[in-house]
């Protein structure tokens, strides 16, 4: 998410196949003034995407429905406020 109202820029959202259904995208995150860092969110490929775990921070986000109905590119990019 956004920190402080500023959006960060973010790399391409890459994303990888894993087993029964579950999906991953990767992206690389960049807040002005920090370092760069990859940040991957998995989920179901099958609609409303809960849970979504956030790693590495090993962290659920709540209400994952608010950033879209499935877990996707444009998913990860509502949640860090760059859609």
Do not use: C, H, I
């Amino acid at each position: 998410m956004s920190k402080s109202g500023v959006v960060p820029s973010l790399g391409p959202v890459v994303r990888a196949s894993g087993a029964a259904g579950s999906v991953a995208f990767t992206v690389t995150v960049t807040y002005p003034g920090e370092e760069s860092q990859r940040v991957t969110f998995t989920g179901s490929t099958y609609g409303s995407p809960g849970p979504v775990l956030m790693l590495p921070a090993e962290v659920f986000v709540s209400d994952p429905g608010r950033f879209g109905e499935r877990l996707s590119p444009g998913w990860v990019r509502r949640f860090f406020g760059a859609a």
